[in-house]
């Protein structure tokens, strides 16, 4: 009888989390939509961060104490940066944009991150992913200012909001990066979602909520798409994400971003959504410019 070697076992374990974060992660974009569908974008926002910050709570007590004093300011910008901005950017997209859309978009994020550490962190760029970072951010440009006619639209406002998240996201990463390297990334985590969460929660409650709305089967609907993005998309994600990272590491961990919008692109397929030949082209050339950036020499 063969006995499967524990790195091969780690091996399997982790491709099999990277699939269940893709579908998590993928499926974010037509649970926004579904959501912003009855509630307003910011509500939407607030309560997704809310609700994955009243998860993690728990772990608040427990990692706090852990936690150095003069780390816990960077891990609220962490929070802003890295969870609530983006909730409520990627939120106002999903009121004009198809989520597959979003869910292209949001392959930058590597893009970004690269592009971030060079401008802002003495972060060299080799030639090979300076050209990859160049082919994704055209890529973006097109999916941005070209229309389904194939003509220049300069109109499309709502698409560089899914491009501002990922900037956003490219910050935090580097942030994390430089400051809270010696951090464990689960008391990162549930430091920065509670710390964020706490205003998430006194605007959401302060905005105004129709209970009657809620009460509705699409009210109820609506809701519970919410409640599962913070919950999976944000909370459980994140504990997966770092599960993986600690199976395969990092590299291996950044190829979700290619499954993305794939899953993205199923959703909105089934929900009725149609791409048009610009946003294939725009989304072969993000994910190729991702390759080039995240591949080993």
Known sequence: MSVTKPKEANLTLAWVLLCVLALIWGSSFIL????????????????????????LLPLVFFHLRKVPRDKIPVMFISGLLGNLIPSFLFAAAGTKLNSSVSGILNALTPLFTLLVGALFFSQSIAREKLI?????????????????????????????????ATFCYGINANLVKRYLNTIPSLQITSVALCSVGVL???????????ISVVQTREGLLAMGCVLLLGL?????????????????GPIFTASVTYLIPVVALGW????????TWVQYISMIAIIAGVYMVNRKK
């Open 32 to 55: 926004i939509k579904k959501g912003v569908s009855v509630y307003s974008a910011s509500q939407v926002g607030s309560l997704r961060i809310f609700s994955a910050a009243v998860f």
């Open 132 to 164: 990859g970072l160049l082919i994704g951010l055209a890529g973006c440009v097109f999916l941005i200012v070209i229309n389904a006619e194939g003509k220049l639209d300069f109109t499309n406002y709502y698409a560089i909001l899914p491009v501002v």
């Open 200 to 210: 998430a929660g006194a605007y959401f409650f302060s905005t105004d909520i129709d």
């Open 232 to 248: 999976m998309g944000t909370a459980v994600a994140t504990v997966l994400s770092n599960k993986v990272i600690q199976l395969a």
């Open 268 to 275: 909105g397929l089934l929900d009725g959504e149609k791409l």
